[in-house]
């Protein structure tokens, strides 16, 4: 048996737009997690959309939980041929991530991007999680 990549594409087309959902999600998630938690506003800031420039500001979320149900209703909006667009929408946010002269890094973004390959493992982990009912 065999398959071009047309027909594949078209037989997983939901386990596909499901599996594009949950790394977005996972990658969120885990940035997410990491950030520490002063006002909230860090965290509140997160977004993923299909919308470039749709950027979050002056939304405060210190447990980050309304933020990831934010980020889950768009990407559930998504298909897996749609571009998704990462913000973080705090302007301070790379000096958290990295660090400055008085503050150590938290890595909150480079921590994330550095290990994708567990982020991708936990996704496919979660896939049933964002398929379309």
């Known amino acids: 048996m065999s398959l071009t990549i047309k027909e594949f594409e078209e037989a997983h087309e939901k ?3 499901a599996l594009h959902r949950a790394v977005a999600f996972e990658l ?3 940035m997410i997690n990491a950030m520490p938690v002063d ?3 860090l ?3 997160v ?3 299909k919308t470039e420039g749709d950027v979050i500001i002056d939304e405060l979320d210190p ?3 309304n933020t990831k149900s934010r980020i889950k209703n768009n990407l559930m909006q998504c298909d897996s041929d749609d571009n998704l667009y990462g913000t973080v929408g705090e302007q301070y946010a790379p000096y958290v991530d990295g660090g400055t002269s008085t503050q150590p890094p938290t890595a909150f973004f480079t921590g994330t991007i550095s290990s994708l390959s567990n982020v991708v493992k936990r ?3 979660r896939i049933k999680e964002f398929r379309d009912a």
Do not use: L, R, V, Y
């Open 15 to 17: 386990d596909m737009t």
């Open 28 to 30: 969120a998630e885990t």
């Open 123 to 125: 996704a496919s982990d």
């Open 39 to 41: 006002t909230g506003a």
């Open 47 to 49: 977004n993923i959309s």
């Open 43 to 45: 965290k509140g800031s």
């Open 63 to 65: 447990s980050g939980s």
